[in-house]
């Protein structure tokens, strides 16, 4: 019997998600025995060519620019103006706080998107939906057994792809991969056109689809929604383990990561949305604990992500021999230096003006489950919610509420004491946790296995 046919469409590369790409690879090369893979990717608008390390038992990665080819030449010959033009634009909108070096709110991004992108419905990478549905569609002419689709999210976009594949060729049997609600996702918060063309469609897709995937921790509240809005439609749905970490990246990891003893070091991993999840209060709660001589003088606290605007504020505090933002890094590479570090930093912050904020304070992103891979202390800086209750698991002294000053001194005092104390360090029973990226390949495994014989 042919191996069943599994079509991946979905956004694999990210300049800014290093994660996300290393862990699909890894889900496929556990699906590659069982199943015949291919995916349809679109490049990352500065990728010149596709990354060495792929899975042997990928069957055959597609890629397309998005862009189209004269766009794409236009941007990379002119992109150092484009970035200047963006920056000018995000400062015009932000320059009410630049006094704070805060990030733009979602309120202010709600204004730029609505003045600069009106008409992108679903999301801003609507021009994928067209070209992605033009490759999916030969790799699936090329063999019409028995095959599955999957269309993974973010973006959005590639929802409409599997809806138009769907509608062609009802043969096809089509998963929904949410990692977020769709029709309630806080980026349609300010647009009332984009809300109610989302429900609208989301009852489409999930009609047509014969699988939900939603991965725990992501999407708040899935039973409780699907209840609410699209009770018929819940026979469909498949909650996955989290995307978590890969047990043998971290057990590599840590046998290459070297300590260094003679300083106090915290690390964050990852990107800041504004509102309330900035690193602020954070900042000005370490240079409030130095001047006080809580935190040792060889303190160093890095970010790894989009966070470089911050600098500015770090210099003002006089933490420039303290605070260092960097670039992105490897997804490996970064997984080495949280094993370096002394305490992993997680700050997840209230969307504020969401009528759904609270629900948010649910959400569980797989930098959280990587950090306790690692098994360091983690200073959670959230809001009350699953997220806070997961952390208080392992570390019931290191959580502080966003925006409040008193508690965030008080978490990192907590953490110092215990190192003062040399306290043992907390031994997680990894196999116990199921927040493996192998626990998630397994379920995925399994709900393939089964759509295939249905």
């Not at 305490?343 to 959280?368: C, E, F, M, V």
């Not at 290191?398 to 925006?403: D, E, I, R, V, W």
Request: charged share 20%; glycine share 4%; proline share 5%.
């Amino acid at each position: 019997m042919p191996k069943t046919h599994v079509i991946f469409i979905t956004k694999l590369f990210s300049a800014q998600a290093k994660a996300r790409q290393y862990k699909y690879l890894k889900v496929i090369q556990h699906l590659g025995s069982e199943f015949r893979i291919s995916v349809v990717t679109p490049k990352e608008i500065e990728q010149q060519e596709e990354p060495q390390v792929l899975p042997g038992n990928l069957t055959e990665l597609v890629t397309y620019n998005y862009l189209g080819y004269f766009s794409r030449y236009c941007y990379l010959k002119y992109r150092e103006r484009v970035r200047k033009t963006w920056h000018t634009i995000n400062q015009w909108f932000t320059r009410g706080n630049r006094q704070r070096q805060q990030a733009p709110t979602s309120l202010q991004n709600s204004r730029r998107r609505a003045l600069l992108f009106p008409y992108l419905f679903p999301d801003a990478y609507i021009g994928i939906i067209f070209p992605a549905f033009l490759h999916a569609r030969k790799v699936f002419l090329a063999n019409r057994l028995n095959t599955i689709i999957v269309t993974g999210c973010y973006p959005f976009s590639n929802l409409f792809v599997g809806l138009i594949m769907k509608n062609l060729y009802p043969q096809i049997k089509w998963i929904v991969e949410l990692r977020d609600p769709f029709a309630n996702n806080p980026q349609l918060e300010n647009n009332r056109l984009w809300a109610a063309l989302a429900k609208r469609f989301e009852h489409l897709i999930f009609r047509s689809a014969d699988c939900i995937w939603i991965y725990e921790g992501w999407f708040p509240d899935p039973h409780k929604y699907f209840l609410t809005h699209h009770s018929s439609q819940l026979q469909k749905i498949c909650t996955l383990p989290p995307c978590g970490y890969d047990e043998s990246l971290f057990e590599d990891a840590k046998k290459q990561a070297k300590q260094n003893t003679s300083q106090f070091r915290i690390i964050y991993a990852g990107n800041f949305y504004g509102g309330n999840h900035t690193p602020e209060e954070f900042l000005r709660a370490v240079s409030e604990l130095l001047d006080e001589g809580t935190l040792p003088d060889t303190t160093r606290v890095d970010f790894y992500g989009n966070g470089s605007h911050y600098q500015t504020l770090a210099d003002t505090l006089d933490l420039n021999q303290i605070v260092t933002f960097h670039e992105f890094l490897e997804y490996k590479s970064v997984i080495t230096e949280m094993f370096q570090s002394d305490a992993l930093l997680w700050i997840h912050g209230r969307l504020t003006n969401h009528q759904s904020a609270n629900d948010y304070s649910d959400n569980l992103p797989s930098k959280l489950f990587d950090y306790i891979g690692v098994g360091k202390p983690i200073l959670a800086i959230c809001p009350e919610g699953k997220g806070r209750e997961l952390v208080k698991k392992y570390w019931p002294r290191f959580t502080a509420s966003p925006g409040n000053h008193f508690e965030i001194k008080n978490a990192l005092t907590a953490i110092i004491e215990e190192r003062n104390n040399k306290e043992p360090e907390k031994r997680i029973d990894l196999h116990k946790t199921g927040l493996s990226l192998q626990d998630n390949s397994e379920a995925i495994y399994k709900s393939l296995k089964f759509l295939s014989y249905s």
